[in-house]
């Protein structure tokens, strides 16, 4: 099993930044792909930024291409998610989920493990 964690969220203002964190704990190894989906009230779970095992690999939605950078950090088992011009759309739960593959995939149905989500919410 994965156990995974999401902090740093929060309550900012629109072209403001913030960096989620992702910790992951337990068999790791069997689970390295990461990905970052997301959900807003009334709307479903989508993809929102992908990165594979190795981290040579990443991938993003449309809509935070140019503005989101997913990256990690293997010795420290953390993967994050830097923010950059925030929008009121961006609102929503952010999750981290882990896949076990060593691609990064945009489908949600590889990902076996999810956190709990961190909330964040982006004022106009």
């Known amino acids: 099993q994965v156990q995974l964690e999401e902090s740093g969220g929060g309550l900012v203002q629109a072209g403001d930044s913030l960096k989620l964190s992702c910790a992951a704990s337990?068999?790791?190894a069997s689970w390295p792909s990461r990905g970052w989906f997301r959900q807003a009230p009334g709307k479903g779970r989508?993809?929102?930024?992908?990165?594979?095992?190795?981290?040579?690999?990443?991938g993003y939605a449309d809509s935070v291409k140019g503005r989101f950078i997913i990256s990690r950090d293997n010795a420290k088992n953390m993967v994050y998610l830097q923010m950059n011009s925030l929008k009121p759309e961006d609102t929503a739960v952010y999750y981290c989920?882990?896949?076990?593959?060593?691609?990064?995939?945009?489908?949600?149905?590889?990902?076996?493990?999810w956190g709990q989500g961190t909330q964040v919410t982006v004022s106009s």
């Open positions: 337990g068999r790791t």
């Open positions: 989920a882990a896949a076990p593959l060593r691609v990064a995939t945009a489908r949600k149905e590889h990902y076996n493990y």
């Open positions: 989508e993809f929102v930024a992908a990165i594979s095992g190795t981290g040579d690999n990443t």
